[in-house]
Structures are given as structure tokens and as C-alpha cells.
T-cell receptor
Framework: DAGVIQSPRHEVTEMGQEVTLRCKPI?????LFWYRQTMMRGLELLIY????????DSGMPEDRFSAKMPNASFSTLKIQPSEPRDSAVYFC???????????FGPGTRLTVL | GIQVEQSPPDLILQEGANSTLRCNFS?????LQWFHQNPWGQLINLFY???GTKQNGRLSATTVATERYSLLYISSSQTTDSGVYFC???????????FGQGTELSVKP
């Protein structure tokens, strides 16, 4: 079975550019989570969806960040405009529902110059 | 919010040694997961263990929910066990996991 799929795996961009990260959850999973990992703050939740509906976006740092889940098999996390402090590894995770075990994708390493 | 503390922060072992990693949490939880982040950055699920004891090969975990801690045991460690071990908890009806800061394990040949 395919796990959580993320693309791209690495992204290098310049400050001010728009960045779009993509995620395909495990088939049949109804909850999708976006996490960010930095040296300073560790792993923290940005936003999560249940049945394609955003439930908790309290971790989204500011208006430059937005996330969508147009259908059960696809989600995007967009940063516009990007800043150097957005450099981090962004993980997508999914679970059967919000209370079950979460499974993580390989992550996208973002570098903003 | 809930606090998740892991100890020790760093651990160096000789191959073949055993170790115990600890995760303390400050409030009642209804989900606890242990992950291994390998040197390539992948987060690998080890255990989903809100309570009780589970074993998987050389690894086992115990969560004592009433006392608010969980332990991860690694026996006969191998160099491939190196990496960072994270404990993460979910503590209310929401879905998000709160991660500890991790224990960085290095197993020397």
C-alpha cells in the first residue's frame, strides 16, 4: 500500500516567491494534517482537515500561509510570499479519523533564500 | 496546553546495549505515539500506545496513563537504530499531536 505522498521532496526558492506543497493522503483516511519541523520549535501542527473540512488552523503562522483540501485525495499548503524564516521541513500526515494513529509522509524540505 | 518532556535528550550506546527512553506528559492523554526519525528525516511509526504494553521485535513500549508517562525500550541496539525518537500525544477531542523535543540516539559499532 502506498503511504502518504508529498511533493516536491525539496524546494529552493527566493524570498517573495510563492511556494506550493502537495500531499496525497493514504486512501481511505479521512483526516489530513500539516506539520512543520524546525530546529527552534520542533514539530508542530499547522492545520488539519477532517472529511476535507479545516478543523483546526490555529497553528498557521500568519496570513501568508493557506491550505486547501479540494477532495479526499489531495491537499495543498501554500506560502505567499515566502520568507527565509519559512525554511523548514513540512510534513503531511493522515489517519483514518482524527482520533486514530497518524502516518507521516516523507516531508518537503523548503529553503527560502 | 499540555507539556511533553522526553529524556534523556541525547544518548550514545555501544552496539548491543539496551536503553530506555522516557516521555512524561502533564495532562491526561487519549493517544500516544512513538516515532523514529531516521538520518534521512523520515518519521517512522513505532507504536500507537495510549495505554498498556506492546512489543515489536527488539522494541517495546509501555504507557502508564494514570501516572502520565511512557517508556520505550530498545534491546540489543544496532547502528540502524540511530536517529531521533519522538513521543507525541493527543490530549483532547481535537486531532493534533503534541510532540516532545525528542531523544537523539547514536549507536556506535
Amino acid at each position: 500500500d502506498a503511504g502518504v505522498i508529498q511533493s516536491p521532496r525539496h524546494e529552493v526558492t527566493e524570498m517573495g516567491q510563492e511556494v506550493t506543497l502537495r500531499c496525497k493522503p493514504i486512501s481511505g483516511h479521512n483526516s489530513l494534517f500539516w506539520y512543520r519541523q524546525t530546529m527552534m520549535r520542533g514539530l508542530e501542527l499547522l492545520i488539519y482537515f477532517n472529511n476535507n473540512v479545516p478543523i483546526d488552523d490555529s497553528g498557521m503562522p500568519e496570513d501568508r500561509f493557506s491550505a486547501k483540501m479540494p477532495n479526499a485525495s489531495f491537499s495543498t499548503l501554500k506560502i505567499q510570499p515566502s520568507e527565509p524564516r519559512d525554511s523548514a521541513v513540512y510534513f503531511c500526515a493522515s489517519s483514518l479519523n482524527r482520533w486514530n494513529e497518524q502516518f507521516f509522509g516523507p516531508g518537503t524540505r523548503l529553503t527560502v533564500l | 496546553g499540555i507539556q511533553v518532556e522526553q529524556s534523556p535528550p541525547d544518548l550514545i550506546l555501544q552496539e548491543g546495549a539496551n536503553s530506555t527512553l522516557r516521555c512524561n506528559f502533564s495532562d491526561s492523554v487519549n493517544n500516544l505515539q512513538w516515532f523514529h526519525q531516521n538520518p534521512w528525516g523520515q518519521l517512522i511509526n513505532l507504536f500507537y500506545i495510549p495505554s498498556g504494553t506492546k512489543q515489536n521485535g527488539r522494541l517495546s513500549a509501555t504507557t502508564v496513563a494514570t501516572e502520565r508517562y511512557s517508556l520505550l525500550y530498545i534491546s540489543s541496539s544496532q547502528t540502524t537504530d540511530s536517529g531521533v525518537y519522538f513521543c507525541a500525544v493527543r490530549y483532547n477531542q481535537g486531532g493534533k499531536l503534541i510532540f516532545g523535543q525528542g531523544t537523539e540516539l547514536s549507536v556506535k559499532p
